[in-house]
Nanobody, 124 residues
Framework: QVQLVESGGGLVQAGGSLRLSCVAS????????MGWFRQAPGKEREFVAA????????YYADSAKGRFTISRDNAKNTMYLQMNSLKPEDTAVYYC?????????????????WGQGTQVTVSS
């Protein structure tokens, strides 16, 4: 089992930045591929970014490319999502997720472990 706790969400104006963190506990964190997903009201949960356990493979959704940066610090059992140039359409609950595999993946179904989410609200 892997337990995940997100933090860093909040209210920010359009054009601003936020840094989300996800702290993992339980099984060895460094052996898990990790990802960020988000879910806006009335919409399905969608992929944002993913990173392999070595950080050698990183994927981004088109909506995140050039604005968001995913990273991880295995020594701290923590994954990050730096979000810059935020837009109102980025408003959503952001979820941290972990795989049983060390590889990165973009599909929601590939992730076995999920955090409770952190709210990000971007005002126009």
């Amino acid at each position: 089992q892997v337990q995940l706790v997100e933090s860093g969400g909040g209210l920010v104006q359009a054009g601003g930045s936020l840094r989300l963190s996800c702290v993992a506990s339980g099984r060895t964190f460094s052996r898990n591929g990790m990802g960020w997903f988000r879910q806006a009201p009335g919409k399905e949960r969608e992929f944002v970014a993913a990173i392999s356990w070595t950080a050698g493979t990183i994927y981004y959704a088109d909506s995140a490319k050039g604005r968001f940066t995913i990273s991880r610090d295995n020594a701290k059992n923590t994954m990050y999502l730096q979000m810059n140039s935020l837009k109102p359409e980025d408003t959503a609950v952001y979820y941290c997720a972990a795989r049983s595999s060390p590889l990165a993946a973009m599909l929601l179904a590939e992730y076995a472990y999920w955090g409770q989410g952190t709210q990000v609200t971007v005002s126009s």
